[in-house]
């Protein structure tokens, strides 16, 4: 079941969508292919994914929220510039309102045992995807999200990493290694959605991607 759905328009031609997710998988994506986010064991998250006005599809999508405590969106607003605001309450000691780079955590006055309300902002831009192109590795980023002739991963210079482009079944389509920035050609890979799995001295991480 997901409830508390929410959508606003964003000022290059796309729209945000938020929701909560509470057991199970949720398809993101509307029409055929898939891309599904699920919330932590046990507990509601909430989702934000943003869609091109123009056919409905997909561009990006996360899930907000740690692996405790409820996090619960109510409500969205966008302006011209394609920012948006995301308020909402968190039943948790601290709420990470930003999952894929630094995290920025705020912190319930009251614990577990209380509600606190949270406001967040955030941006997309038009060559990025914005939320889902970073990782949490030391600033790893890949653009552009949708993917179209090339997809470059960059970062810290010279960090030394491994990059698997893996379809929605999990199956590897590309890799490279070596120091960043590295570039992926990416011009005969279907459109639909993919992960990006990083692996380097710093950790390994999975970043959501889209082929135009």
Same mark, same amino acid.
Do not use: H
């Given at each position: 079941m997901n409830t508390r759905e929410s959508t606003a328009m964003v000022g290059d031609d796309h729209f945000v969508f938020v929701g909560e997710l509470s057991f199970g998988t949720y398809d993101m994506v509307i029409g055929p292919g898939t891309f599904n986010l699920q919330p932590n064991s046990g507990v509601l998250d909430l989702f934000v994914a943003r869609y091109a006005w123009s056919d !409905? *599809? !997909? @561009? *990006?999508?996360?899930?907000?929220?740690?692996? @405790?405590?409820?996090?619960? /969106?109510?409500?969205?607003?966008?302006?011209?510039?394609?920012?948006?605001?995301?308020?909402g309450n968190f039943k948790t000691t601290a709420l990470n309102v930003n999952p894929q780079g630094t995290a920025v955590n705020l912190a319930n006055a009251g614990g577990n045992s209380a509600s606190d309300a949270f406001c967040a902002r955030y941006a997309y831009s038009a060559s990025t995807a914005?939320?889902?192109?970073? *990782?949490?590795?030391?600033?790893?980023?890949?653009? /552009?999200?949708?993917?179209?002739?090339?997809?470059?991963?960059?970062? /810290? /210079?010279?960090?030394?990493?491994?990059?698997?482009?893996?379809?929605?079944?999990?199956?590897?389509?590309?890799?490279?290694?070596?120091? !960043?920035?590295?570039?992926?050609?990416?011009?005969?890979? *279907?459109?639909g959605a993919y992960h990006m799995r990083s692996i380097s001295p710093e950790g390994s991480d999975v970043i959501a991607l889209l082929k135009d």
């Open positions: !409905l *599809s !997909l @561009t *990006s999508a996360m899930r907000v929220g740690g692996s @405790t405590g409820s996090d619960l /969106p109510q409500g969205v607003a966008s302006n011209a510039a394609g920012q948006f605001l995301i308020g914005g939320i889902s192109d970073q *990782s949490r590795i030391n600033g790893l980023r890949c653009y /552009p999200n949708p993917m179209r002739e090339s997809l470059v991963i960059n970062g /810290p /210079p010279s960090l030394l990493v491994r990059v698997d482009l893996l379809d929605m079944a999990g199956r590897v389509v590309l890799n490279a290694k070596g120091a !960043l920035p590295l570039t992926l050609d990416v011009s005969d890979v *279907s459109p």
